[in-house]
């Protein structure tokens, strides 16, 4: 089965066709980082507008290098959310479109749970069961997860995602957006030691976190400093480093908790070099990722989940309304239904 996937829920236009039997054809990504870095951060209807510009020409670039037409596509999974609710509306619709206009099912896939299997398309996957760590622009999420659509949260940011307060972080020290990358980047040039930020909410049980204070942390140190370029790189370190070792801290009471020896890291900011080299170190325990290009958001991962839950998939003929989800919860996910 070739499922087309479209991802539409924030600033990148993600496309991608995957075969149940062969794995990856083609993907296509185009980012709006130009258009929204004039604004220091995504400005959703100008995103929305440029969603529409970029859907259906990626989709005749991925058919075309995968040298496949319309008709050879069986199935469609788009994004419903969580995401912009005009930029998933635009990836909704066209998918739902043309999977009627195809009479093909289509599917509506949660991004999350997108994020959370994109590991399972490399080589060596993961198996069952295992603690995903989701830390990307909007959620910061430790899941037990049993298998497809078992999801249970384990703990959460109460404030600030982590990507969002790295994001943060990074305007205020002047950086340009993106700022995560960047930030990530400006790290590498600071002092070690310099300054030493709190590890938020590691000293008492749980696993919440709470990004939001450290992002308050940066800034007084900024204010306080003499706000030269080793002062933006030693802030950066610091409240990188920090972060970091929070996540660090609360996966491994997780694995401690659930007593597996699994630990699954994805969403935009899994593609932190520090990040991976902490978790990495966590004795006894395998991890995995997904590769760098697919950390962030992408149509691979809507594909395949997608072809993950082809039983659940529905003829829209039959179901020609739709709706998307700006708020979706994981949890909310069930096991794709039985045939
Ligand atoms: O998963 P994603 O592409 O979009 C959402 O679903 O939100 O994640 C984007 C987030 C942004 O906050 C971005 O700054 C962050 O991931 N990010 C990073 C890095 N690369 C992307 N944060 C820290 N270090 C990075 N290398
Ligand atoms: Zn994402």
Not at 151 to 180: C, H, I, N
Not at 293 to 315: H, L, P, V, Y
Request: net charge neutral.
């Amino acid at each position: 089965m070739r499922v087309l996937g479209i991802e539409s829920s924030c600033d990148e236009t993600g496309i991608a066709l995957y075969d149940t039997e062969q794995g990856l054809l083609a993907h296509a990504l185009y980012s709006q980082i130009e258009l929204h870095a004039q604004y220091g951060g995504v400005v959703p209807e100008l995103a929305s507008r440029d969603h529409i510009r970029k859907t259906l020409p990626l989709i005749e670039q991925v058919l075309a290098e995968a040298q496949l037409r319309r008709c050879d596509i069986d199935a469609i999974a788009y994004t419903a959310g969580p995401g912009l609710v005009g930029a998933l509306l635009v990836g909704a619709a066209i998918g739902r479109s043309l999977a009627w206009a195809l009479n093909i099912p289509a599917l509506a896939v949660n991004h999350m749970e997108g994020h959370l299997l994109s590991p399972l398309m490399e080589e060596k996957p993961p198996l069952f069961p295992f603690v995903s760590l989701l830390v990307s622009g909007g959620h910061t999420l430790l899941v037990d997860v049993q298998g497809v659509g078992q999801y249970r949260l384990l703990g959460e940011s109460l404030d600030d995602a982590v990507g969002e307060a790295f994001d943060k972080t990074a305007k205020m020290l002047g950086l340009p957006y993106p700022g995560g990358p960047v930030l990530a980047a400006l790290a590498e040039h600071g002092t070690h030691g310099k300054y030493e930020f709190p590890r938020p909410m590691t000293n008492r049980p749980g696993l919440d976190f709470s990004f939001s204070g450290l992002k308050t942390f940066s800034m007084n140190t900024w204010l306080n400093s003499k706000k030269t370029d080793q002062d933006r790189a030693d802030i950066a370190l610091a409240f990188q480093n920090a972060a970091v070792e929070t996540l660090a801290i609360k996966c491994k009471r997780a694995m401690k908790q659930t007593g597996y020896s699994t630990l699954v890291i994805a969403g935009g900011v899994s593609a932190n070099k520090a990040l991976r080299v902490s978790l990495n170190d966590i004795k006894e325990i395998q991890t995995y990722y997904p590769r760098q290009e697919f950390c962030s958001d992408n149509g691979a991962m809507i594909a395949f989940t997608g072809a993950m839950r082809q039983r659940s998939m529905i003829k829209t003929s039959t179901a020609p309304s739709f709706s998307v989800r700006p708020r979706w919860p994981l949890e909310e996910l069930t096991p794709p239904s039985p045939v």
